[in-house]
Nanobody, 124 residues
């Protein structure tokens, strides 16, 4: 069983930046592919970014490409999401997800473990 705890959400003005962190309670963090998803009110949960076990492969949704950066520190059991040039449409609850296998995965259904989510609100 892996527990994921997100932090770093909050309220920011459009054009601003936020950094999210997700700490995992496992000694085998490097065996998990990690993802960040988000869900806005009335919308389905969508992939924001995903990163392979080593950090060597990443994938971004088109809507965040060039603005967001996903990274991980396997020594600290933590995955990060740096969000720059934030827009009001980025407002959502952001979730960290983990799955113990190789590769990268784009669907929420591919991930077994989820955090509780952290609210990001971008004001115009």
């Amino acid at each position: 069983q892996v527990q994921l705890v997100e932090s770093g959400g909050g309220l920011v003005q459009a054009g601003g930046s936020l950094s999210l962190s997700c700490a995992a309670s496992t000694r085998t963090f490097s065996t998990y592919v990690m993802g960040w998803f988000r869900q806005a009110p009335g919308k389905e949960r969508e992939l924001v970014a995903t990163i392979s076990r080593s950090g060597g492969r990443t994938y971004y949704a088109d809507s965040v490409k060039g603005r967001f950066t996903i990274s991980r520190d396997n020594a600290k059991n933590t995955v990060y999401l740096q969000m720059n040039s934030l827009k009001p449409e980025d407002t959502a609850v952001y979730y960290c997800a983990a799955e113990q296998r190789s590769g990268i995965y784009y669907q929420a259904s591919s991930y077994h473990y989820w955090g509780q989510g952290t609210q990001v609100t971008v004001s115009s």
